[in-house]
């Protein structure tokens, strides 16, 4: 499965794959309704809705080579704190490489994001795979979008709707990239 952080470290994180045992630990992140606009979901779904959507479309990623996300377990503890990765979006037509992330809230403005990030930047630029990332943040997103900039992307443009909601696209040319 091209684009997978599968087996790769940082200095607190480990990535490994979305297991379908992943699902309970994952629902918190759907329990806060500031999350619903953010990921682009129904409002109407329940949490467990929610849930479901989201593992499919991970799954339909990894089945199809599209990249994905993975889970970031911390080291110290054992436990999932999010999920990160490098995912293939078509903004406007044109399929670029996306470093996403999404922390579970108790886990939130600790570094995770981040560390997560650069980690994502860092491996895609190191194997080649593209000349330019990108991650895609809801406008009123702001940890997300302190996030982008501190992982060295700066605005490149503003989509008044992609997949429904409004978002800031930040990049990285691989020629501004130094590894850290």
Known sequence: MKYLLTGETTERLEFRLLATSDFDA??????????VPFLALDPKLTIRERCEFWFNKAFTRYENDQGGMNVIVDKATGKMVGQAGLLIQSIEGVERMEVGYSILPEY????????????????????????????????????????????????????DCYEGIPVNIFSIEKKNWHSS
């Open 108 to 159: 939130w403005r600790k570094g995770f994001a981040f560390e997560a990030a650069q980690k994502c930047k860092n491996f895609a630029f190191e194997n080649n795979f593209v000349t330019w990332l990108m991650s895609m943040v809801h406008v009123d997103n702001v940890g997300s979008e302190k996030v982008a900039i501190r992982n060295g992307m700066t605005l490149e443009q503003y989509i």
């Open 26 to 35: 994952w629902l918190p992140l759907f329990e806060s309704e500031n999350i």
